[in-house]
């Protein structure tokens, strides 16, 4: 029996590619697969009846990664194993113009389309560009988030954010990911977030990604 979770880099980078490797088959909660270089694949993924969440921003380094294998993570862990195929697949997609191809290959089949954005305003004009020229020409369903808030910097450069998104008049999640060394550290070391050591912290952060999921909509009703 398979997940019911699929997760699918798009990133011709590779970092889910390289993540999931070092978690490795055996451990890896959901299943996984690569096609930056296999437009027919991606095409393909609407005929596997699941909804399809793109996570997406041209802007490098905003966390897409960590947001795919992580929503993924904690998506299998609430839905568990299927016979019957496929509920929900996950797309990483590239931070980049370059590969701006890869990313319509993607949005042309996505349910919905989940963008990261760190409260950083170097990050604000990518997020932009991204909405704006290519996930609201397509009417697609879509959704912000603050990503990687670190408290200890105080609530001026979250709330600065938050103002910002919500003058573009863009739909945000209430949740909010911390910044956690444990996210940093959780690729080199082969784990998701669900595999996180029981302590605190990483109970805390745990907690992050369930609680954006179930916002999403995400946890086994949609």
């Known amino acids: 029996m398979s997940s019911s979770v699929l997760v699918v880099s798009t990133d011709p980078q590779g970092s889910a590619i390289w993540w999931a490797d070092r978690v490795g088959?055996?451990?890896l909660p959901f299943d996984f697969t690569q096609a930056h270089d296999d437009p027919d694949g991606i095409a393909n993924l609407k005929n596997l009846g699941a909804q399809i969440h793109v996570i997406a921003n041209q802007k490098g380094g905003v966390g897409k990664t960590t947001t795919t294998v992580n929503l993924a993570a904690v998506v299998h862990d609430t839905l568990g194993s299927a016979a019957?195929?496929?509920?929900?697949?996950?797309?990483?997609?590239?931070?980049?113009?370059?590969n701006e191809h890869i990313l319509a290959a993607c949005l042309d089949i996505a349910t919905d389309v989940v963008i990261p954005i760190p409260p950083e305003p170097l990050a604000f004009d990518a997020t932009a560009r991204t909405i704006t020229?290519?996930?609201?020409?397509?009417g697609l369903s879509f959704r912000t988030f603050i990503n990687a808030w670190d408290p200890r910097d105080?609530?001026?450069?979250?709330?600065?954010?938050?103002?910002?998104v919500d003058a573009k008049g863009w739909p945000r999640a209430r949740s909010i990911i911390r910044r956690?060394?444990?996210?940093?550290?959780a690729s080199a070391e082969g784990v998701v977030v669900t595999q996180y050591p029981k302590n605190r912290i990483a109970m805390e952060a745990r907690e992050d990604y369930f609680r954006l999921a179930l916002e999403l909509g995400y946890g086994g009703g949609r």
């Not at 019957?84 to 370059?98: A, I, R």
């Not at 020229?133 to 397509?138: G, K, L, V």
Request: cysteine-free.
């Open 154 to 164: 105080g609530r001026a450069d979250l709330e600065e954010t938050e103002a910002y």
């Open 133 to 138: 020229m290519a996930i609201q020409p397509r």
């Open 25 to 27: 088959d055996a451990k």
């Open 180 to 185: 956690y060394k444990i996210h940093t550290r």
């Open 84 to 98: 019957s195929g496929y509920k929900h697949v996950f797309v990483d997609t590239p931070g980049n113009l370059e």
